[in-house]
């Protein structure tokens, strides 16, 4: 028989956890998203230095604010989904095409007969259809997501070609129109989408049953499977959930430009996977964080703004663009082991 | 095309004016500019010409703000431009319907908006609208084709067409007056491929239409630039058996029509030089004059440029005009 | 301190006060350690103790921050694993380390291939390879088979043929027995036997103390990264002071005592279970209380059929009834919601979300359990992991801890610990205690006799016949898919299994004689 | 199970461990190849059935191969190259860039005026040159695969656009623009050096230890770590490789193009890792072969050509693409499942 009650007091335990518990991998997460704000704060600074006349001006400020959270929103609203998807294990190269797909399918004259609650639920219910072939696909027919998702991709780029015989297809909804173009409370409406999407998902991955399988899916599928989850099913409905999202997006970017085409939200998947990965969600699964999600996308809007606001040609931005995400990434990793050495010490 | 960047120094494509009484000089105004950033010679061409343009002006300050790859990056930058409070805005669009909402909100804040290329759908978003005709383009194509097969005799011509870009309206609107015209003449297009406005895509679709079409009387590519692509691939399929319409009328295109050693015999217009011009007329909107060759005291509202066709007997008029 | 069984070979490797820390963790906290030529150098410890840290310093793994290092005379500073390599230690680590997707020819050789301009010798490095493996007892393994399709057993011999590739001096061996059977741990020791005598010195892992009995001649005990006893003889000190070392504390390595109550009804009935090329016509029951424990070699089918009742495969024929009512075949759902649970065999791989806290490992079975409206109850979820965490001892206590800072036998627990919450009734356990020291494995044993006790249906497999007859009420052997014997586990003895285990194999080797 | 001793191993074996000792999937690749066969032979009939008049020409059959060949020449180099990358464990989105760029600096005026030598030369080193600057922000740097090329793809296009002021720059080298134009033996150049790529990277894969060490880092990369190889160099050399294989092909595009400009190989990344994928090589790394990414790349050049003799639409194409791509794998999956029963009872 064993005698245990001799050792092990946990008295002894407790000094060693007190001092060590921030610097459990817990809260990496945090760790990352400080460093984002930190090359948040830089860009911004840049572009003070770089433009006082503009910065001198309040109401321009302002303004410019709402304009960089504007060129956020859709592609924000298309991030959380592929968040999920990437933290799943997954990755959906479709969510261009399906917002491109949702968006002319809920534009045409037919449609948009039904006024704007037709458009919105034919865009949200293309976006999920979508999205349940690519789960279909992938967790039923086995196929790898890359190869699944970039497939629905040149599908459905090709059926919204053909849906709208490649015209622009304008929007005749004032109410769908005037999504983009009002405020409330003077923030922008697109501003408030993006606040509840990114809310919600944060929600549903930190505080929901379906947010853990999506971590234990995504970390450790033979675990997940054997610890009793429906890791098929599960992974349809990321992949549904995706095109939700894409979904949402179509609806705000037809807003926006007043119209939709089949060429719409061109390559939205890179930017929508860079800024995922930027803000700390492992491309392999098993970890990830909305906000640091969010602030990849707005890292990235700050960006195009600076170059606009500077006048940089497009090919300059490029250049210097690609230097950014490198720099970026490397000051989060800096920071990571600065920081944690610092704390060491103290 | 060519391969020096486009010094301004002898551009034929600038209006230096000297024998213009709207030359003189007027109210200081600021132009702002703005075009998508195509990596494409013909909208390079257009951002180098309204840049040029601008420079002989003493009264005007240039301001240029470069849209990014899609429609909100350009509505994104156009609101920086906004805020630097310009006289007059000349806008190549994406897509006129996407930025149709900009060039309504600039019109109501009094700012006067010239529409380069593409069209908003809206009249009260545009103070001014100048822009080629790409339904005319296919048009020109067609009706070279048509008489150039009538002229040979060829009842029932095997024609080819290498389209541009193929989500893009405009290449609907190119390929729908080249069927249209075809159509009049009792002829249809055998095969059509999509590139995508480069050389490389063009020499791709061209080997493949070329091996789809073992035999072929006509060829009508949009776009010169893919163009370059589209020789390389029928000069290495080693086929010279038809004849060959270009699309925009870049400078080697216009060289080569001109040289007559290859299937391209002609090229139809749709020149960048009407930046140049929507610079000069955005000034004289800023400014309040007219044209001086109108009698109305302002500048008109709409400017379509006709699609003319070059050939090898126009093609030395046109070669200063080669992009 | 050298006891006088040890011979008076030169001394090779030197250790003194050597430390290792990882953020939050002292691993290493004052070594001492002192290696011969030619003799099998035992390291004992509890897990966690930092016998797999201690290694990784020597094989250029990780740098010690602390401390000095010998070998051979001078002193040793490996940047990385290659320059230990080249001074000549060569290491077997505790997680495998061979490439699927290369053959057993080209794992053996991984990053020292023969080569001419770059080009592999494909010959050469073959023919060496068949040297090697034959010299191990496994000519029969073809050198440009892929490793992938070796089992476990297979895959530990290439790890040796990797070691053996090397001209090393010193062979370390971390927990080499852990996935082999009996036959194979003999095997193992000949090989060990004829390293040491050539003068290779052989440092020694295992939580098997007979093992070490058998095989080592000096043990040095590690307890929370100090030595805390140095050159003991192997054979001759007592288990007890061995023990007490590890622990600090005396405890004996038995098992409790089994259980007096009857067995209750019928919890889990199979019927003529079979998968191709697995296992056959199984047909078993366990009732509630009721520990049944499956012997058998490695490669008998055992995992396979574990995962099929648990519904993680699809039966080809058979089926499995829980509490009177049919199983849906291939659903672990329905196996999750009948109330079995499944502690699998490779917990890393097969069981734990390893960056994820532990409490969450805890709970990935329930954790819907503890939700409302879909919402999660973190603080029920942490509250009861930590009732789990106290139960099992789990070192550390912190719940909120990532599983991947744990050593082996704490992943277990958690493990085990997983279905200790919610209403598991029956209990299927692939190989619980592998890699698992003495101290957790009493406790381990403990708390499956406490689960019975309270009802619950244990079905448990072992490669220690020692452990299934000492745990089980009844025991099942397997050989090659099928079951061969049945009986209480009273009427069976060690020797007894064993030559029901093997008897295929000597079959066998009968044939081909 | 059946009775071992009717198969007669050989003296050395033990039969009950033959059962027992491995599962016979070594053989898989090999399948899969066969299974892309299968598809290319199916595009074939397709090909014969919808157009009989042009495949009764047997010239025109003989040239179409060659068409088909030269198309998927290009993209086939740089798939080489990718295969080598992914099997590694990276991902390698630059490489449309990268064609770009070398192909854009290589025709610049002062280059083209050191004649063909300096423009092989030029393409080449650029290509070798981003490829090592990848490298080194993903070994040293420790920056994830995709962000890492991701940046360098929008920086390579950016410096493209500025050395080429977005016109597209036309080779005036006779020499180089023969390659695309000339045949030796009735076979053209360009399928020669596609050739020369592919045997190059399978010796390089399967005989060389630069290639099973890429296996094994792909594989394992603390087993290779532990075994002593130089993990970080050998990630380095690989995008090294890649940069390379995008220097030639480079070469063989703007040959074929007469030309070079800023935009060209527009995502050729997308297809080359698809066609690395439908080739059975595995995303996460560790395994694939060159063998099968010709195949792949073959199968979308075939694809391609059956819509040009066809007329297809884009948009029709575009559809259709998909769908094909979806039931290629799919045929892949099934013939392995079937055909491995299918062994089990022989
Ligand atoms: N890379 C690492 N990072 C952080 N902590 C570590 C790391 N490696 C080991 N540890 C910690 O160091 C201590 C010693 O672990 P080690 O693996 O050496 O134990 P062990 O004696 O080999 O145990 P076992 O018998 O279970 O294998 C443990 O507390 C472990 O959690
Ligand atoms: N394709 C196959 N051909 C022949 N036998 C196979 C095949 N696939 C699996 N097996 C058999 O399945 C069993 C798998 O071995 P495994 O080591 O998992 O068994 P085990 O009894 O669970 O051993 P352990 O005690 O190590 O868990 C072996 O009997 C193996 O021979
Ligand atoms: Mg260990
Ligand atoms: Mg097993």
Same mark, same amino acid.
């Given at each position: 028989?064993?005698t245990?009650?001799?050792?092990?007091?946990?008295?002894?335990?407790?000094?060693?956890?007190?001092?060590?518990?921030?610097?459990?991998?817990?809260?990496?997460?945090?760790?990352?998203?400080?460093?984002?704000?930190?090359?948040?704060?830089?860009?911004?600074?840049i572009?003070?230095?770089?433009?006082?006349?503009?910065?001198s001006?309040?109401?321009?400020?302002?303004n410019?604010?709402?304009?960089i959270?504007?060129?956020?929103?859709?592609i924000?609203?298309?991030t959380?989904?592929?968040?999920?998807?990437?933290?799943?294990?997954?990755i959906d190269?479709?969510v261009?095409?399906?917002?491109?797909?949702?968006?002319?399918?809920?534009?045409?004259?037919?449609?948009?007969?039904?006024?704007?609650g037709?458009?919105?639920? *034919?865009?949200?219910?293309?976006?999920?259809?979508?999205?349940?072939?690519?789960?279909?696909?992938?967790?039923?027919?086995?196929?790898?997501?890359?190869?699944?998702?970039?497939?629905?991709?040149?599908?459905?780029?090709?059926?919204?070609a053909?849906i709208?015989?490649?015209?622009?297809?304008?929007?005749?909804?004032?109410?769908?129109?005037?999504?983009?173009?009002?405020?409330?409370?003077?923030?922008?409406l697109?501003?408030?989408?993006?606040?509840?999407?990114?809310?919600?998902?944060?929600?549903?991955?930190?505080?929901?049953?379906?947010?853990?399988?999506t971590?234990?899916?995504?970390?450790?599928?033979?675990?997940?499977?054997?610890?009793?989850i429906?890791?098929?099913?599960?992974?349809?409905?990321?992949?549904?959930?995706?095109?939700?999202? *894409?979904?949402i997006?179509?609806?705000?970017?037809?807003?926006?430009?007043?119209?939709?085409?089949?060429?719409?939200?061109?390559?939205?998947?890179?930017?929508?996977?860079?800024?995922?990965?930027?803000?700390?969600?492992?491309?392999?699964?098993?970890?990830?964080?909305?906000?640091?999600?969010?602030?990849?996308?707005?890292?990235f809007?700050?960006?195009?703004?600076?170059?606009?606001?500077?006048?940089?040609?497009?090919?300059?931005?490029?250049?210097?663009?690609?230097?950014?995400?490198?720099?970026?990434?490397?000051?989060?990793?800096?920071?990571?082991?600065?920081?944690?050495?610092?704390?060491?010490?103290? | 095309?060519?391969?020096?960047s486009?010094?301004?120094?002898?551009?034929?494509?600038?209006?230096?004016?000297?024998?213009?009484?709207?030359?003189?000089?007027?109210?200081?105004?600021?132009?702002?500019?703005?075009a998508?950033?195509?990596d494409?010679?013909?909208?390079?061409?257009?951002?180098?010409?309204a840049?040029?343009?601008?420079?002989?002006?003493?009264?005007?300050?240039?301001?240029?703000?470069?849209?990014?790859?899609?429609?909100a990056?350009?509505?994104?930058?156009l609101?920086?431009?906004?805020?630097?409070?310009?006289d007059?805005?000349v806008?190549?669009?994406?897509?006129?319907?996407?930025l149709?909402?900009?060039?309504?909100s600039?019109?109501?804040?009094?700012?006067?908006?010239?529409?380069?290329?593409?069209?908003?759908p809206?009249?009260?978003?545009?103070?001014?609208?100048i822009?080629?005709?790409?339904?005319?383009?296919?048009?020109?194509?067609?009706?070279?084709?048509?008489?150039?097969?009538?002229?040979?005799?060829?009842?029932?011509?095997?024609?080819?067409?290498?389209?541009?870009?193929?989500?893009l309206?405009?290449?609907?609107?190119?390929?729908?007056?080249?069927?249209?015209?075809?159509?009049?003449?009792?002829?249809?297009?055998?095969?059509?491929?999509?590139?995508?406005?480069?050389?490389?895509?063009?020499?791709?679709?061209?080997?493949?239409?070329?091996?789809?079409?073992?035999?072929?009387?006509?060829?009508?590519?949009?776009?010169?630039?893919?163009?370059?692509?589209?020789?390389?691939?029928?000069?290495?399929?080693?086929?010279s058996?038809?004849?060959?319409?270009?699309?925009?009328?870049?400078?080697?295109?216009?060289?080569?029509?001109?040289?007559?050693?290859?299937?391209?015999?002609?090229?139809?217009?749709?020149?960048?030089?009407?930046?140049?011009?929507?610079?000069?007329?955005?000034r004289?909107?800023?400014?309040?004059?007219?044209?001086?060759?109108?009698?109305?005291l302002?500048?008109?509202?709409?400017?379509?440029?006709?699609?003319?066709?070059i050939?090898?007997?126009?093609?030395?008029?046109?070669?200063?005009?080669?992009? | 301190m050298?006891?006088?069984?040890?011979?008076?070979?030169?001394?090779?490797?030197?250790?003194?006060?050597?430390v290792?820390?990882?953020?939050?963790?002292?691993?290493?906290?004052?070594?001492?350690?002192?290696?011969?030529?030619?003799?099998?150098?035992?390291?004992l410890?509890?897990?966690?103790?930092?016998k797999?840290t201690?290694?990784?310093?020597?094989s250029?793994?990780?740098?010690?921050d602390?401390?000095?290092?010998?070998?051979?005379?001078?002193?040793f500073?490996?940047?990385?694993?290659?320059s230990?390599?080249?001074?000549?230690?060569?290491?077997?680590?505790?997680?495998?380390d061979?490439?699927?997707?290369?053959?057993?020819?080209?794992?053996?050789?991984?990053?020292?291939?023969?080569?001419?301009?770059?080009?592999v010798?494909r010959?050469?490095?073959?023919?060496h390879?068949?040297?090697?493996?034959?010299?191990?007892?496994?000519?029969?393994?073809?050198p440009?088979?892929?490793?992938?399709?070796?089992?476990?057993?297979?895959?530990?011999?290439?790890?040796?043929?990797r070691?053996?590739?090397?001209?090393?001096?010193?062979?370390?061996?971390?927990?080499?027995?852990?996935?082999?059977a009996h036959?194979?741990?003999?095997n193992?020791?000949?090989?060990?036997?004829?390293?040491?005598?050539?003068?290779?010195?052989?440092?020694?892992?295992?939580?098997?103390?007979?093992?070490?009995?058998?095989?080592?001649d000096?043990?040095?005990?590690?307890?929370?990264?100090?030595?805390?006893?140095?050159?003991?003889?192997?054979?001759?000190?007592?288990?007890?002071d061995?023990?007490?070392r590890?622990?600090?504390?005396?405890i004996?390595?038995?098992?409790?005592?089994?259980?007096t109550q009857?067995?209750?009804?019928?919890?889990?009935?199979?019927?003529?279970l079979?998968r191709?090329?697995?296992?056959?016509?199984?047909s078993l029951?366990v009732?509630?209380?009721?520990?049944?424990?499956?012997?058998?070699?490695?490669?008998?089918?055992?995992?396979?059929?574990?995962?099929?009742?648990f519904?993680?495969?699809?039966?080809?024929?058979?089926?499995?009834?829980?509490?009177?009512k049919a199983?849906?075949?291939?659903?672990?759902?329905a196996?999750?919601?009948?109330?079995?649970?499944m502690?699998?065999?490779?917990?890393?791989?097969?069981a734990?979300?390893?960056?994820?806290?532990?409490?969450?490992?805890?709970t990935?079975?329930?954790?819907?359990?503890?939700?409302?409206?879909?919402?999660?109850?973190?603080?029920?979820?942490?509250?009861?992991?930590?009732?789990?965490?106290?139960?099992?001892?789990?070192?550390?206590r912190?719940?909120?801890?990532?599983?991947?800072?744990?050593?082996?036998?704490?992943?277990?627990k958690?493990?085990?610990?997983?279905?200790?919450?919610?209403?598991t009734?029956?209990?299927?356990?692939?190989?619980?205690?592998?890699?698992?020291?003495?101290?957790?494995?009493?406790?381990?044993?403990?708390?499956?006799?406490?689960?019975?006790?309270?009802?619950?249906?244990?079905?448990?497999?072992?490669?220690?016949?020692?452990?299934?007859?000492g745990?089980?009420?009844?025991?099942?052997v397997?050989?090659?898919?099928?079951?061969?014997?049945?009986?209480?586990?009273?009427?069976?003895?060690?020797?007894?299994?064993?030559d029901?285990?093997?008897?295929?194999s000597?079959?066998?080797?009968e044939?081909?004689?």
């Amino acid at each position: 028989m064993t005698t245990t009650q001799t050792a092990a007091p946990p008295a002894n335990e407790k000094p060693a956890e007190t001092r060590s518990w921030w610097r459990d991998d817990a809260s990496e997460p945090l760790r990352r998203n400080l460093a984002l704000f930190a090359v948040l704060i830089l860009l911004i600074i840049i572009g003070i230095a770089t433009r006082p006349d503009l910065y001198s001006d309040s109401t321009w400020v302002r303004n410019n604010i709402f304009t960089i959270l504007e060129l956020a929103s859709v592609i924000g609203v298309v991030t959380v989904g592929m968040t999920f998807v990437i933290i799943g294990g997954g990755i959906d190269l479709s969510v261009g095409a399906i917002v491109a797909l949702a968006g002319v399918w809920s534009t045409t004259l037919a449609t948009q007969s039904y006024g704007a609650g037709g458009m919105i639920f *034919c865009a949200l219910a293309v976006g999920i259809g979508v999205g349940v072939v690519n789960g279909i696909l992938i967790a039923y027919g086995r196929l790898v997501a890359f190869i699944a998702t970039l497939a629905i991709l040149v599908a459905a780029r090709g059926l919204a070609a053909q849906i709208s015989g490649k015209q622009t297809q304008v929007s005749t909804n004032t109410f769908i129109n005037d999504i983009a173009a009002n405020d409330l409370l003077g923030i922008p409406l697109l501003v408030y989408i993006l606040a509840a999407v990114v809310a919600a998902g944060w929600v549903l991955l930190n505080r929901t049953t379906f947010g853990r399988r999506t971590v234990a899916v995504g970390g450790n599928v033979e675990a997940a499977r054997l610890a009793g989850i429906n890791v098929k099913r599960h992974t349809l409905l990321l992949y549904a959930l995706s095109g939700l999202c *894409c979904g949402i997006a179509a609806i705000m970017l037809t807003s926006q430009a007043t119209s939709a085409q089949a060429a719409m939200a061109n390559l939205y998947e890179l930017d929508a996977i860079a800024a995922a990965i930027i803000g700390g969600t492992l491309l392999s699964g098993g970890r990830g964080t909305i906000i640091g999600s969010l602030l990849g996308v707005i890292v990235f809007a700050t960006i195009t703004n600076l170059f606009a606001i500077n006048n940089l040609s497009t090919e300059v931005q490029n250049m210097v663009k690609g230097g950014i995400i490198v720099a970026a990434v490397l000051v989060q990793q800096f920071r990571y082991k600065s920081l944690s050495q610092l704390f060491n010490r103290a | 095309t060519s391969n020096d960047s486009g010094d301004d120094d002898n551009n034929a494509q600038v209006n230096t004016g000297n024998n213009n009484a709207n030359a003189a000089p007027g109210k200081q105004v600021t132009i702002g500019f703005s075009a998508p950033a195509a990596d494409h010679g013909w909208i390079a061409a257009i951002t180098n010409n309204a840049k040029a343009q601008a420079d002989t002006y003493s009264d005007v300050e240039f301001k240029t703000v470069e849209a990014g790859a899609d429609a909100a990056a350009q509505r994104a930058a156009l609101q920086t431009l906004i805020s630097q409070k310009p006289d007059v805005i000349v806008l190549l669009p994406h897509d006129g319907k996407e930025l149709n909402a900009f060039g309504l909100s600039a019109m109501q804040a009094g700012i006067p908006v010239v529409n380069l290329d593409r069209a908003f759908p809206d009249a009260k978003a545009y103070r001014l609208q100048i822009k080629g005709d790409n339904y005319g383009m296919g048009v020109s194509a067609a009706a070279y084709i048509v008489a150039q097969m009538k002229a040979k005799g060829v009842s029932a011509p095997v024609i080819g067409e290498i389209a541009g870009m193929d989500e893009l309206e405009l290449t609907q609107e190119r390929s729908k007056g080249f069927a249209d015209t075809l159509a009049q003449a009792g002829f249809r297009v055998a095969n059509r491929r999509a590139a995508r406005f480069t050389a490389d895509t063009g020499q791709q679709e061209a080997a493949s239409l070329l091996q789809a079409l073992p035999k072929l009387d006509a060829l009508w590519n949009h776009d010169d630039d893919q163009g370059i692509g589209v020789l390389a691939a029928i000069s290495q399929a080693n086929r010279s058996e038809f004849v060959m319409v270009g699309g925009a009328g870049s400078k080697a295109a216009i060289e080569a029509i001109q040289a007559d050693n290859s299937v391209l015999k002609a090229t139809v217009t749709y020149s960048p030089s009407m930046a140049s011009s929507a610079i000069s007329l955005a000034r004289l909107i800023a400014q309040g004059r007219g044209m001086s060759d109108l009698v109305e005291l302002q500048v008109p509202k709409e400017i379509t440029l006709a699609s003319e066709t070059i050939t090898k007997e126009n093609a030395g008029n046109y070669l200063k005009l080669g992009f | 301190m050298t006891s006088p069984e040890v011979n008076d070979a030169a001394v090779v490797l030197k250790l003194e006060d050597v430390v290792k820390t990882f953020p939050g963790v002292r691993a290493l906290d004052g070594v001492q350690l002192e290696v011969r030529a030619g003799e099998v150098h035992c390291l004992l410890g509890q897990n966690g103790a930092g016998k797999s840290t201690l290694i990784k310093v020597l094989s250029g793994v990780h740098r010690p921050d602390e401390g000095r290092i010998e070998w051979l005379g001078g002193e040793f500073k490996p940047a990385n694993p290659q320059s230990a390599m080249k001074a000549g230690i060569a290491t077997i680590y505790q997680e495998l380390d061979l490439v699927d997707d290369l053959s057993v020819a080209e794992n053996a050789f991984l990053g020292h291939e023969p080569r001419r301009f770059g080009f592999v010798r494909r010959g050469y490095m073959s023919r060496h390879t068949r040297k090697i493996l034959t010299r191990l007892g496994h000519g029969e393994i073809p050198p440009g088979r892929m490793v992938r399709s070796l089992p476990a057993a297979g895959k530990q011999v290439v790890s040796m043929a990797r070691a053996l590739s090397h001209d090393a001096k010193l062979i370390i061996m971390d927990e080499p027995s852990a996935v082999l059977a009996h036959d194979e741990v003999g095997n193992l020791f000949r090989i060990i036997r004829d390293l040491t005598s050539n003068g290779i010195a052989v440092i020694y892992i295992s939580h098997r103390l007979e093992e070490i009995r058998e095989i080592g001649d000096r043990v040095t005990v590690l307890k929370d990264g100090r030595t805390t006893a140095a050159n003991l003889p192997a054979r001759t000190t007592p288990t007890r002071d061995l023990v007490s070392r590890m622990t600090g504390r005396t405890i004996e390595y038995v098992f409790p005592e089994q259980s007096t109550q009857d067995r209750g009804e019928e919890l889990l009935r199979v019927d003529g279970l079979g998968r191709t090329g697995e296992f056959a016509d199984i047909s078993l029951t366990v009732h509630s209380g009721e520990i049944v424990g499956i012997a058998g070699l490695v490669g008998s089918g055992r995992s396979e059929l574990l995962e099929t009742i648990f519904g993680a495969r699809r039966p080809e024929s058979g089926t499995v009834t829980v509490a009177g009512k049919a199983l849906r075949p291939g659903s672990v759902g329905a196996a999750v919601r009948a109330g079995l649970g499944m502690a699998p065999e490779e917990r890393k791989s097969q069981a734990l979300l390893l960056g994820e806290p532990i409490y969450r490992n805890v709970t990935l079975a329930t954790f819907t359990g503890y939700a409302r409206g879909g919402f999660t109850n973190a603080g029920k979820e942490i509250a009861e992991a930590s009732r789990i965490a106290d139960a099992l001892e789990l070192r550390p206590r912190d719940v909120r801890k990532p599983v991947r800072t744990l050593s082996g036998g704490n992943q277990q627990k958690v493990v085990v610990g997983r279905w200790l919450l919610g209403d598991t009734k029956l209990l299927l356990l692939d190989e619980p205690t592998r890699g698992v020291d003495v101290g957790a494995r009493a406790e381990l044993y403990q708390v499956i006799r406490d689960l019975a006790a309270r009802g619950v249906g244990v079905l448990l497999v072992s490669s220690e016949v020692p452990e299934v007859l000492g745990l089980a009420d009844r025991v099942l052997v397997m050989r090659e898919g099928r079951v061969v014997r049945e009986a209480p586990a009273g009427e069976l003895d060690e020797d007894t299994v064993l030559d029901l285990v093997m008897a295929g194999s000597l079959q066998a080797e009968e044939v081909t004689l």
